[in-house]
């Protein structure tokens, strides 16, 4: 079946613009996770999302950032005001967990390179 | 804090070796810890889930071992070929649900 996918797969742009990432995960898989991965280092948790919720957003830098998942399906993660330091690879992933479960395994897309020039 | 340290950094050695990746983590509460491969360019690709009352998981080649107590995991591969070039990343599932990653440890698996 399909992956994780996710669009597009490289977003250049310019100092202070806006920048939407998108994530359409595995069907039915109620979990969706953002993490961002930075060059020679590995993923580091932005956010959590449980059906339509924002259950944990910890991860979060600052409130430049932001996502939502409307449907408990796609899931979009907003940047405002993009900074050079935001340049990175944002990964998504999803996983059949239900509330109450922890540690079920995680499906990972093929991710994002955002540059910011 | 949970802090994931995988050792080495990168390692590079001939085919048909066996060959040995670490993984340490400094809190033991854990639910499960996973390792990635990870191609240039692409995403994370699940190779083994070891659940916190399991001591190891194997697939093909692979084996996994956690010792929970000590914050220790390895990955061992048997046989090595050139396919297996990657980076391979440890991660933890902390009290939460999120993964917490180690920095990835770069393979190089020479003919």
């Known amino acids: 079946g399909a992956g994780v996918s996710q669009t597009p797969s490289n977003k250049v742009t310019e100092k202070g613009k806006y920048v939407e990432l998108r994530c359409d995960p595995i069907?039915?898989?109620?979990?969706l996770y953002w993490y961002r991965q930075s060059l020679g280092q590995g993923p580091e948790f932005l956010i959590y999302?449980?059906?339509?919720?924002?259950?944990?957003d910890s991860g979060l830098p600052n409130d430049r950032f932001f996502a939502v998942r409307p449907e408990g399906s796609v899931s979009t993660l907003k940047i405002q005001r993009t900074e050079r330091g935001d340049s990175a690879v944002y990964l998504c992933?999803?996983?059949?967990?239900?509330?109450?479960?922890?540690?079920?395994?995680?499906?990972f897309g093929p991710g994002t390179r955002l540059t910011v020039l | 804090k949970q802090e994931v340290t995988q050792i080495p950094a990168a390692l590079s050695v001939p085919e048909g070796e066996n060959l040995v990746l670490n993984c340490s983590f400094t809190?033991?509460?854990?639910?499960?810890l996973q390792w990635f491969r990870q191609d240039p360019g692409k995403g994370l690709t699940s190779l083994l889930l070891?659940?916190?009352?399991?001591r190891e998981q194997t697939s093909g080649r692979l084996n996994a071992s956690l010792d929970k107590s000590s914050g220790r995991s390895t990955l061992y591969i048997a046989a090595s070929q050139p396919g297996d070039s990657a980076t391979y990343l440890c991660?933890?599932?902390?009290?939460?649900?999120?993964?917490?990653f180690g920095q990835g440890t770069r393979l190089t698996i020479n003919p």
């Open positions: 992933a999803s996983s059949p967990t239900r509330r109450g479960v922890v540690g079920n395994e995680q499906f």
């Open positions: 069907s039915g898989h109620t979990a």
């Open positions: 999302f449980q059906g339509t919720g924002a259950a944990d």
């Open positions: 809190d033991s509460a854990i639910y499960n």
């Open positions: 070891i659940q916190s009352s399991q």
């Open positions: 991660a933890v599932t902390p009290g939460a649900q999120k993964l917490v």
